[in-house]
């Protein structure tokens, strides 16, 4: 994508974050995602024990330098961060998430937003000891220009630690393949891949994974059989649980999940 193109895309996604105007496929795939999912997430706790992961995979932060991407008003672990790390910088292309995130932080003189794309040549900062792009790497189109930047970006022995939405497993291929021809924000949502996985495994050291949402993600259907709501719910956190472990060893089962974290190193030289 050219510089051009890649700034009218820009523009069109910072408008939509800022309006939040969908059309009706949008709103219908949102309410799916965000309502009925949403709602198993919330029985299964699967975002605690997402923020909990990446909480670990911080470690000590007091003596990191940390970029915060693609974080709008701030994700749900910015406040931690800049209030933990050595050094903070939330960058977004909306103005209006920045100015929203730079009131919050007005209280850590080592904390700072700006507005800026992560891969103009205006964003001139690097030696990040710690990238988080909480459901941004999807948001790239081309993969290698992201992973170079990144690795640009990264100081020596530098991490990234991700969550991003899978297209991998069947029924998310054949949902999403009807849904994007009329889908609002599709020049910038380009869910992971198993190509676009591999090439992040090729070109970072992968410490550490988990999907969620595999079989997990079926946990509603319970709903309409005739048992007790204990044996749903014991079934429900039996299958999230099996999601989360079996994610992080095998690439068949990861691909069968809807989410994946990654918590990624710089390769040395």
């Given at each position: 994508m050219n510089p051009e193109e890649r700034a009218a895309v820009n523009k069109r996604q910072r408008e939509f974050y800022d309006s939040k105007h969908k059309n009706l496929p949008t709103r219908i795939w949102s309410f799916f995602r965000n309502g009925l999912l949403n709602k198993i997430k919330k029985q299964l706790q699967v975002e605690r024990d997402i923020y909990e992961l990446h909480k670990k995979w911080f470690g000590d932060l007091s003596n990191k330098k940390v970029l915060d991407l693609g974080c709008y008003k701030g994700n749900s672990l910015s406040f931690y961060l800049a209030s933990n790390s050595k050094s903070y910088l939330g960058i977004d292309l909306s103005a209006t998430g920045i100015t929203y995130l730079e009131k919050r932080?007005?209280?850590i003189p080592t904390a700072r937003a700006e507005v800026v794309d992560f891969l103009s040549k205006d964003f001139k900062e690097g030696d990040f000891d710690l990238i988080y792009a909480y459901g941004v790497l999807h948001h790239f189109k081309d993969v290698d220009e992201l992973i170079a930047q990144l690795d640009k970006k990264l100081a020596v022995g530098g991490v990234i630690i991700s969550y991003d939405p899978l297209q991998t497993s069947i029924p998310m291929k054949f949902f999403r393949m009807l849904y994007r021809p009329f889908q609002?924000?599709?020049d910038w949502e380009w869910p992971f891949s198993k190509k676009t996985f591999f090439k992040f495994q090729e070109n970072f050291e992968v410490k550490e994974r988990r999907?969620?949402?595999?079989?997990?993600k079926y946990a509603s259907l319970l709903n309409f059989m005739p048992v007790s709501e204990e044996y749903k719910e014991k079934k429900a956190k039996k299958w999230?649980?099996?999601?989360?472990e079996k994610s992080s060893q095998s690439d068949t089962y990861l691909f069968r999940c809807m989410h994946l974290s990654m918590?990624?190193?710089k390769k040395s030289l």
């Open positions: 932080l007005k209280n609002s924000d599709k999907g969620v949402l595999a079989k997990a999230h649980r099996s999601d989360w918590l990624l190193q």
